[in-house]
């Protein structure tokens, strides 16, 4: 496992063995949009410098205090999306129904419809590796350079 990213915020690891990146959500709150934009865009920067067609995507969402204030989303909107694109799949996991209809909501809003929201990070991470195998693709050899953008299949957002 290496450490592409770490603050207060967030922790991006890539897991090579896996071809998984994961990223988490700590339980600071951010104070602003402006704090949620300038670090989801120190982390859209290591995303860029990955094969994102070739990996998946765990973003574990528990520990982070909800917010669902509309201002706060609109703001956020557009980084939110631009974390979860050219990713062969991406699953997120969260601790609440709630969090789970929430964030049902907000892909549903932005048409990120190729990712999908758990509760269990067991599941979400076996439905990463199938994905993956699907695709062809060798957990042990994971690719770590910048490749040309590329749409994963859509799939719709649904709770597992």
């Given at each position: 496992m290496s450490v592409l990213l770490q603050n207060d915020h967030l922790t991006v690891t890539l897991h090579e063995d896996q071809a998984i990146v994961r990223s988490t959500r700590s339980e600071v709150p951010y104070p602003s949009p402006d704090d949620f934009i300038r670090v989801h865009t120190e982390a859209l920067k290591v995303y860029e410098s990955l094969d994102r067609a070739g990996l998946g995507h765990l973003i574990d969402l528990r520990q982070p205090p909800m917010n669902n204030d509309p201002g706060f989303?609109?703001?956020?909107?557009?980084?939110?999306?631009?974390?979860?694109?050219e990713f062969a799949c991406v699953a997120?996991?969260?601790r609440t129904a709630v969090g789970a209809l929430q964030v049902n909501r907000l892909l549903r809003e932005e048409h990120n419809d190729n990712v999908l929201v758990?509760?269990?990070e067991e599941v979400a991470v076996g439905y990463l590796r199938g994905e993956l195998r699907k695709l062809g693709r060798r957990s042990s050899a994971p690719p770590v350079a910048r490749s040309r953008s590329s749409n994963p299949a859509a799939r719709p957002a649904r709770v597992r």
């Open positions: 989303e609109a703001a956020t909107m557009r980084t939110r999306s631009m974390l979860v694109q997120i996991v969260v758990f509760h269990d």
